[in-house]
């Protein structure tokens, strides 16, 4: 089973970027596909991003399209998450997940997704 292990996280103000980093051990990533969640408090877990194992195709929740940007680096087991004009919304605690998968495909189901990091939080204040 992969290990997964977020970094990055912090408080910001609205309009600042952040970038987040998810390391992976004891798989390579390569066969993953790669998904980035938040939870923001009282909420339910929401997919914010997500990319195929080879990084080709990429896919986004509607509100953060145009801001935020997924890629991965298979080189260095890690895969990250570039977020810029970050609002107040975007408040969350963000995980990162790894499905294994057959074909270089997204997946933007959270049921999908074997493994889990332990979250990292963002806070963005107004």
């Known amino acids: 089973q992969v290990r997964l292990v977020e970094s990055g996280g912090g408080l910001v103000q609205a309009g600042d970027s952040l970038t987040l980093s998810c390391a992976a051990s004891g798989r390579t990533l390569s066969r993953y596909a790669m998904g980035w969640f938040r939870q923001a408090p009282g909420k339910e877990r929401e997919f914010v991003a997500a990319?195929?194992?080879?990084?080709?195709?990429?896919y986004y929740v509607d509100s953060v399209k145009g801001r935020f940007t997924i890629s991965r680096d298979n080189a260095k087991n890690t895969v990250y998450l570039q977020m810029n004009s970050l609002k107040p919304e975007d408040t969350a605690v963000y995980y990162c997940?790894?499905?294994?998968?057959?074909?270089?495909?997204?997946?933007?189901?959270?049921?999908?997704?074997?493994?889990w990091g332990q979250g990292t939080q963002v806070t963005v204040s107004s």
């Open positions: 990319i195929s194992w080879g990084g080709g195709a990429t």
């Open positions: 997940a790894a499905a294994r998968t057959r074909y270089d495909e997204v997946i933007s189901t959270a049921d999908v997704f074997g493994s």
